[in-house]
């Protein structure tokens, strides 16, 4: 198989480059990128295709990755034959991505793709083989989970919420950090203090289902210091705050590009 990523220097597309090549999914003679600023001497170690253009790209591969932004899809011009084509690109959807004539797959990455912990679901258009997810979920597999979603609008759902990837922890960490240098706490211990309670939730909470609802009851069962936070906290609207956030991000999705 040879795949050719449009926008293969980019966050996520540099992830997928670097993880196909790190988990021997591809050797590099088999992998073409295609950017705006051109090619590099070295592509993570490897030397691989950089071809001239889109049509250069189009040519020497079986499978196609679109990982350029939404606003860049519609002067792309991609017509892309019978190729399997995924696309990461959020809101684009398969009514749009039909124009290009290639065999669909959308997919949604999120930014631990960077070390291989991506969670990415993926939805696929009406003539996409077992083959071509098969081929799909090698690809997407290099750099974390990849699972089928069963349409569309969940995938746009996903778009909202793991596509965020850490923002919203990022966030929560910024708040904590604000709450403790507020009340006198040196900014340095403050975001110590706030990045220990985001960086090490996952390993505390865990991935088995449930986990997290879990934790929460937990603590509310405890009926300390930090129960008084959470109910506190769900009582002046933190939740209907994230959703509203979470809505605002689908609203988008659906008008992007
Ligand atoms: N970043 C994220 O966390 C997530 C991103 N996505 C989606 O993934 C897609 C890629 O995002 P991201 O990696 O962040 O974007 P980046 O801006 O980091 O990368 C975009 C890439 O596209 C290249 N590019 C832009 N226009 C063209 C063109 N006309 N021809 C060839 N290459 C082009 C850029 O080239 P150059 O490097 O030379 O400028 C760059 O390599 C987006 O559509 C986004 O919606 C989805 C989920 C999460
Ligand atoms: O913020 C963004 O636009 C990207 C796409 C989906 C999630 N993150």
């Not at 021997?24 to 691989?48: A, C, E, K, M, W």
């Amino acid at each position: 198989m040879r795949l050719g990523i449009v926008g293969g220097t980019g966050w996520l597309g540099s992830a997928l480059g670097r993880a196909v090549l790190e988990k021997g999914v591809l050797q590099p003679q088999n992998l073409s990128i295609l950017n705006r600023t051109g090619p590099q001497d070295s592509y993570f170690g490897h030397r691989v295709h950089w071809p001239a253009d889109l049509a250069g790209l189009i040519s020497e591969s079986d499978v196609i990755v679109l990982s350029i932004r939404p606003q860049d899809w519609e002067g792309l011009g991609l017509l892309a034959g019978d190729r399997l084509v995924i696309s990461f690109m959020a809101g684009i959807g398969m009514n749009r991505l039909a124009a290009c004539g290639g065999r669909i797959l959308r997919a949604m990455p999120n930014a631990a793709a960077a070390i291989g912990r991506s969670y990415t679901p993926f939805v696929a258009a009406e003539g996409v083989s077992a083959s071509d997810r098969a081929t799909a979920m090698a690809l997407l597999g290099a750099f974390g989970a990849t699972e089928e979603l069963p349409d569309e609008a969940q995938l746009d759902l996903m778009t909202a919420v793991s596509g965020a990837g850490p923002a919203y922890p990022a966030l929560l960490a910024m708040v904590l950090a604000q709450f403790l240098t507020a009340r006198g706490v040196a900014p340095e211990v403050a975001e110590r203090a706030a990045l220990n309670v985001v960086r090490d939730c996952p390993a505390l909470i865990g991935a088995e289902s449930g986990a997290a609802g879990a934790m929460v009851q937990t603590f509310l069962d405890y009926a300390g210091t930090t129960a008084a936070g959470l109910l506190a906290a769900r009582n002046s609207g933190f939740e209907s705050a994230l959703t509203a956030g979470l809505d605002a991000a689908l609203t988008r999705a659906a008008n992007v590009g």
